[in-house]
DNA sequence: CTTTGATCTGAACGGATGTTCAGTTAGCGT
DNA sequence: ACGCTAACTGAACATCCGTTCAGATCAAAG
C-alpha cells in the first residue's frame, strides 16, 4: 500500500508538481482529476490540498515556474559578441532548453485559455518578455547591418514558433543527435535573417 | 424559447459542428459538455445524438474535415512554374488557408491526445501527407539547385511550424494585412531555404 | 384531413468531479 | 517515553458528466 497517513513526507509537494505536470501533458488539465493526480502521488486527493489551494493554481504555478525558468535559463547564459553571435546562442538555447522540459513547454502552451484571465495575464506577460529578448537581438542586426529583418517583432514570434516545433517530433536517441538538430535549426534561422 | 420538438430542421447538423468547433477551440473538448454544446444549437443535449454517435467521433469528424479540407484546398491551387514558385504558392496558401479557420486549426492540434488510437492514426497520416507535399517541393528545389535544404524532411516541419504560428497572433483588420503578413513569411521562408 | 416518421424533449442512469473536514497516525523535539 | 503537530485518510457534499430512451410534436406525404 501506498504512503500510510501521519509519515511525514517533504517529497509530497515536488511529486505532486511533477506528477500533475506530466498528466497535464499527457491528458489534459481538464481531463485529469485531483483524484488521479493523487494516485500517481500515492496519496488521497484530500492530501493534495496541502500543497495547493486549489485546481486551478496548481495549473497556473507549473506555468509561471516554467516561463520564470525559461526566462533566467537565458539571462543567464553567458551574453557576448555580436548580434548574430546572440541570435546563434539564443537559437541552441531554445531548443535545448525545450526539448530537455517538453512536458512543461506543451502545458504552458495548450493550457493558456484553462488559466483565469488574471493568470493568463501572467502568463502572457511572461511570454511577451521572452519574445522581447529575441526582438532585441533582431533590432541589433538591424542597426549594425547584418540583418535584414523586416518586421522585427513578427519574426521573434515566427523564429520561436518554428524552434518550439521541434518538441513535436524530436526524440532522444532518434537520427539527428540534439547538436546536429541545433546546427540544422541554426541554419535555417540564420539564412532566415540574412541580408 | 428555442426551437421546440417536432419541428424538422436540416440546419441542426452543421449548427451542432460549428458550435462544438467554437466550443472546443475556446475551451478544449474535455471541458465542454454535451449540454452545453446543445444549449448553443438550442436543442436538448439527446437531439446530439440523432447527429453524431458520441462525442468523441464528433470531435474526430471535425479534426478529418479539416485536414482533408486543408488537403484538397491545397491540391486544388494552380500548380505549375519552378520549385521556388511551388515554395511560395504553399506559404501564401497556408497562411491564407488557416487564418480563416483558426478554430479547425487551433481543435487539430490541440486536441489529438484526446482522439483514441485508432482516430489519432488516422489524423496523423492526413497531417504526415500535409508535410509531404512540402517536402517534395523541398526536394525538388535541392535536385535543381534552387534551394539548399539539408533535411527536407525537418525543414518542412519547422516551416509549417512557423507558418501555423501566425494564427496565435494575426487578426483581421489588425495593423497588416494579410497579404502584408503572407509577403513578411515569403520573404523568410525564401531566404531560409536559399543557398 | 389523416398518417407517418423524422426530430426533439425531459427524465433518468451510474459514475466522476473539486473541495472540505473531522478524525487518525507517525515521527520529531524534548 | 511522551506529547505535539504536520501529514494524511476516508467519507461526505452538491453538482456535473455522457449517454439512453419512452413519449411528445409537427412538417410533409398521400
Redesign the interface.
Known sequence: MARTQGSHSDITGPRLRAAALALFA??????VSMRRIAAEVGVQAGALYNYTPDKQTLLFDLMRAHMEDLLAGWDNEARTGTALEALEAFTRFHIRFNTRRADAVFVSY?EL??LTPENFAVIEGLRRDYETRLETILRQGVEDGSMTV??PR??S??????L???N??FREHGR?SLAQ?EA??W???R????G
Open positions: 499527457r491528458h489534459g488539465f481538464a481531463a495548450m485559455r484553462n523586416a518586421e513578427i519574426a514570434m515566427a523564429l520561436i514558433a518554428m518550439t516545433g521541434v513535436t517530433w539527428l538538430v540544422v535549426y541554419n535555417m534561422v539564412k532566415s535573417v540574412a
